[in-house]
């Protein structure tokens, strides 16, 4: 398989992630190429730099309304936490599994920076969230009420108002 390569359609046009996601692309390239003695320590740095990465964007969505159990949030947790057990099975020697991983882990990449941070992108920009310092330059562009669910139709607060009642 052909690794998974920064393009124009992974730009969300807000310079702070699409570095971050540059970065995320990078260091997966260099786990998709790594010979196997460097492997699990190819797929280690890619742990650190996307636990950073999560941890940064989770950052930002709390700081504009969205809930702490938003299912991007959520998303985040379960990569990572996979990510972990699969660098357990390198370290085990079962190299096949990570590279199998980072396989799985550029077609989710692709899915997750053009769907749940592609809104999120339009959500920091309509709100002129600025990442280095947290301002924001439209504060009443943010929600009324906490994002919950995935920020749209499967919203928390949605569900319950369309509810059949019992």
Request: aromatic share 6%.
């Amino acid at each position: 398989m052909a690794g998974l390569e920064w393009s124009e359609a992974l730009a969300l046009e807000l310079p702070a992630m699409d570095e971050v996601h540059q970065e995320f692309v990078l260091l997966l390239a260099a786990v998709q190429e790594a010979a196997d003695g460097q492997l699990a320590g190819r797929w280690e740095e890619l742990i650190s730099h996307t636990q950073m990465h999560f941890d940064q964007e989770d950052r930002w969505m709390q700081s504009t309304g969205f809930s702490s159990g938003n299912c991007h949030s959520l998303q985040h947790k379960v990569v990572l936490q996979v990510m972990r057990e699969g660098a357990a099975k390198a370290a085990a020697g079962e190299l096949a599994v990570i590279r199998s991983m980072a396989s799985e882990l550029a077609a989710w990449f692709v899915h997750h920076a053009q769907t749940m941070d592609a809104a999120l992108a339009l959500h920091l920009r309509s709100a002129g969230f600025d990442p280095a310092t947290g301002a924001l330059a439209h504060p009443e562009a943010l929600p009324g009420q906490v994002i919950t669910g995935c920020g749209g139709a499967c919203d928390s607060s949605a569900e319950r108002a369309h509810a059949v009642p019992a």
